[in-house]
């Protein structure tokens, strides 16, 4: 193509002006990528926190992850053996009672790792008695670190299906089918009621679906079972371990139906005829 020689003038003009053009973008991209890193940073529980925060994050009970990255740090300590972790103690029973879930399930695992623990052990007591069942759970894991068989029941609850009950009158509105595996929180059903209103339902803890007892669309009064739900592998493995210590004779039979089921998995079943094994050696 023929020209007047002014082209390039042209073309290097326009660079010129696009070069500094593209500073802010540049600028704003490195912002982005530092924001992210901070907020990475921040929020991740495997950064270590200084004494003064630890103490600092666990007052803050409006701001969870501040809390629970807490927590995660006075775990560590605790299974280092670090004496230092007494110092949160107090903090610790007072939120074993608090009425966030999350808060009250983490100390109950916690209070598992120091089975010296007087007051560890009054607060589990209660703790087992909890309305959650992933509470209960874990305090009666905890519990057997104290070797006190008190969350034996519970355990034994963990073998068989968990049974929810309709949250009030109305219409089952769900697509949930047997056989189907479910997380925490995880939405399982819908109850339309008479005036409109819906209430929701959702899974309290982790597990697969058992047996759907009212199907989408039937009729459904406050109370009346719904659906069941099997525990997940690693409850029913950390169940199985704890009644090996504190098990009976009585727990042999569902303690073997895992033995010799098809549907476990080989790390279950192995546990299983180990947990069998070592109450039988008991009652010798």
Known sequence: MTGNGNHPEIKVTEVRRR????????????????????????????????????????????NPRHVQHALSQIQQ??????????????????????????????????????????????????????????????????????????????LIAILKPYVLKAPADGVVASSMREGTNVGRRTPLARIEQSDGTVVELRSPLPGRVNQIFKS???????????????????SVWEALRGLAIIGTNDDLPIIESYANSNDASARVKEQASLTAKAIRQKSV
């Open 77 to 154: 300590r605790m299974e280092r053996g670090d004496p230092n972790a007494k110092h949160w103690y107090p903090q610790l029973i007072t939120l074993s009672g608090n009425p966030e879930t999350e808060f009250r399930l983490t100390v109950a695992w916690l209070m598992g790792f120091d089975n010296t623990s007087h007051e560890f052990h009054n607060a589990l007591l209660k703790l087992v008695h909890d309305e959650q069942p992933l509470v209960r759970r874990n305090a009666a894991l905890a519990l057997v670190t104290f070797n006190d068989n008190s969350g034996r029941e519970e």
């Open 216 to 234: 989408n669309g039937a009729q459904v009064t406050r109370d009346e079972d719904l659906l069941s739900l099997n525990s997940d592998e690693q």
């Open 19 to 62: 070069v500094p053009g593209s500073k802010p973008i540049l600028f704003l991209a490195g912002l982005f990528v530092v924001a992210t890193c901070l907020a990475w940073y921040f929020s991740w529980f495997g950064r270590e926190l200084s004494d003064a925060d630890i103490s600092k994050y666990l007052a803050d009970e409006g």
